[in-house]
């Protein structure tokens, strides 16, 4: 029995446990699949990476203490973070990566 792409439906020559007839196939075959669940990665990565680069622009030294305020004037969004740390004073940091 000869098998078929999945993407083309075109007849597979080769290995028996190929599924695509060539490698445009397959990379068109799984970015379909894909695709959704990659746009909400990609958009958090990109807020993410943004948030980073605030952070490491405004903390060269990596111990400088940044107020809230201007974080917001710079444009950095409370929702994108990877983790939080507060202080038993109640401070509370905000981290992006090694950033904080």
């Known amino acids: 029995m000869q098998k078929e792409c999945l993407e083309c439906g075109e ?3 080769g290995r028996t446990d190929k599924k695509f007839c060539s ?16 746009n909400l990665i990609r958009n958090t990565n990109n807020w993410l990476r ?10 060269p030294d990596k111990k400088t203490k940044v107020s809230r305020s201007k974080l917001i004037e710079k444009g ?9 740390y507060t202080t038993k004073a109640g ?10």
């Open 50 to 59: 943004k948030n980073y680069r605030i952070l490491e622009a405004l903390n």
């Open 91 to 100: 401070t509370v940091y905000y981290f992006v990566y090694d950033q904080g």
């Open 76 to 84: 950095f969004d409370f929702n994108y973070f990877t983790s939080i």
């Open 23 to 38: 490698d445009a196939c397959r990379n068109s075959y799984n970015n379909t699949i894909n695709k959704d669940s990659k």
């Open 11 to 13: 007849k597979i020559v």
